[in-house]
């Protein structure tokens, strides 16, 4: 147990990969109207906090494409590359609900 | 995180007794709790719980621009508009009710109202405006005396604007005059017409609203506001492009225009502005005497260094409005410069922002305009992503609803 309790300890200090820091910069930007964290504070908005990487990945490029509906986030998904729909999925894939 | 060096805190009497307990910690100052400051002090405790974040605001509580159009036309209250600091406290911010009144860049530290000097690490300055009142001759006199009123920083003069409007006659008119770009808002002046024709057309018909744009044309969204113009308020809203503000005469109740004059029953003129007065005292300005330049990378001043500043103060990059949306987002980059920074870790990737930004046109329906931005080494700015953004299909309820999340959303992003 103890050593279980260091473990979660040294990870939590440990430096924030170059990675998630792309993932967690690009995803602030999104909180604006999809919360902190993507946890949105009231039910109309879509929480995307915690995800599946892969349907949020699928989701942004059919918005790209325009494959699926939207009043806004066709505009905005064309302003990302894969690389970087991919970074956001995956991080906010990695977030509590 | 490499230990720093004890933080003198001499002379910070509102901070005895909180703030010392940790002089290992580096400290972060922010002045200003308004959309960028806020969301700043907010994101660095959460991206670096070990900081320090200490927040100057001289109000007890943030207003809101956004939806303040609609406490005009009665639709919504200053209270749904005002929100308190208590969330941020929660999050390990100190909040202190002070205004900042001198910066003093060589020894880092920040001279409060109430006597007192903070020290600093790093410094974020989010000032909002403050007003070129000369530029309109007669304007402070007749604003002292409450005869014009601009409501361009939400708070007392929106109750006082509202009381006006209340107070009108029927068959009244509301002049709003409007500054030559780049202002607060682009969009606001136009939605504030269109709720304010929208009163008139439900409490007082026979009323005109008359917009003088100093602008040639409608800064922003303009074919879909005009399109509300003429479908909902025909007959009641008057717009007029090319007529700058010269002058205001409170016992005519006139506004001058460079080529006429124009009386009305309410005068809403909106002097042109800069960034607020303590980014001047800093000396942060730049650029025509207004607005604060900056490395968009990190938000850094171009000036000064270790101070950053954010939103309407900055001399917006090309395309980007001064506006909430903005002014969040470049907290973020400040606060993802700034945690790398006294972590001992190199700059993050370049930044990519976005902008979104809701108007009402009549009580339910709205409009909107996005865009997002990302950092472009060869022009050495942010830019707009070629291809993304736009604006709304038309109005519609459904864009008033998503307005109305957009607001509680933002609102608790800054401070919750």
């Known amino acids: 147990m103890k050593a279980l309790i260091f473990t979660a300890a040294a990870l939590a200090a440990a430096p924030v990969a170059a990675q998630d820091l792309q993932g967690r910069n690009l995803a602030a930007a999104c909180a604006i109207c999809h919360g902190t964290e993507g946890r949105a504070p009231s039910r109309d908005l879509v929480p995307i906090a915690g995800m599946p990487r892969d349907y949020l990945v699928k989701q942004m490029i059919d918005f790209r494409d325009g494959k699926r509906p939207a009043t806004v986030m066709h505009q905005i998904a064309k302003g990302y590359t894969d690389p970087q729909i991919d970074a956001l999925a995956a991080w906010f894939a990695a977030q509590k609900r | ?416």
């Not at chain 2, 860049?105 to 007003?131: C, H, M, Q």
């Open chain 2, 1 to 416: 995180m490499k230990r720093r060096d004890f933080i003198k805190l001499a002379g910070a009497v509102s901070l005895a007794g909180c703030a010392s307990s940790v002089p290992s910690k580096a400290r972060v100052v922010v002045v200003g709790g308004g959309f960028g400051g806020a969301t700043a002090a907010k994101y660095i405790r959460l991206w670096a719980p070990s900081l320090d974040v200490v927040l100057v605001e001289r109000e007890s509580s943030f207003t809101s621009c956004p939806i303040s159009n609609l406490v005009l036309a009665g639709y919504s209250s200053m209270q749904e508009i005002s929100h308190g600091y208590d969330a941020l406290r929660r999050h390990g911010v100190q909040v202190v009710r002070d205004e900042a009144v001198a910066i003093d860049a060589a020894k880092k530290t920040v001279r409060l109202g109430r006597g007192g000097d903070i020290a600093y690490e790093r410094l974020i300055v989010s000032p909002g405006i403050d007003f070129n009142f000369g530029e309109i001759q007669g304007y402070e006199s007749a604003m002292n005396a409450g005869r014009v009123l601009h409501a361009w920083q939400a708070g007392a003069q929106t109750v006082a604007l509202r009381q006006q409007l209340e107070q009108m006659r029927d068959g009244g008119v509301y002049v709003l005059s409007i500054p030559l770009a780049p202002y607060r808002c682009p969009p606001g002046p136009y939605e504030r017409a269109s709720m304010v024709a929208a009163y008139f057309k439900q409490a007082k018909p026979r009323s005109k609203v008359l917009v003088l744009d100093a602008n040639p044309d409608v800064t922003s969204k303009a074919g879909l506001f005009k399109a509300a113009w003429k479908d909902l308020y025909s007959g009641i809203l008057e717009y007029r492009g090319s007529s700058k503000a010269i002058g205001v005469d409170a016992a005519t109740m006139t506004v001058k225009l460079e080529v006429e004059d124009v009386k009305g029953d309410v005068l809403n003129v909106v002097p042109p502005h800069r960034a607020g007065n303590i980014a001047m005292q800093a000396g942060l300005i730049t650029t025509n005497n207004r607005w604060c330049d900056v490395d968009w990378r990190t938000m850094e001043s171009k000036k000064v260094p270790g101070i950053h500043v954010l939103g309407d103060a900055t001399l917006s990059a090309p395309g980007m409005p001064k506006s909430g949306s903005m002014a969040n987002n470049h907290a973020k980059i400040a606060a993802a410069a700034i945690t790398a920074a006294l972590g001992g870790r190199g700059a993050g990737p370049e930044p990519k922002i976005i902008n979104t930004c809701y108007s009402f046109v009549s009580q339910k329906e709205a409009i909107r305009v996005s865009s997002v931005h990302e950092w472009d080494a060869g022009q050495g700015t942010l830019i707009a992503v070629k291809g993304s953004g736009g604006v709304s299909a038309a109005r519609s309820e459904a864009e008033g609803t998503y307005a109305w999340n957009w607001a509680r959303t933002i609102w608790a992003d800054s401070l919750a």
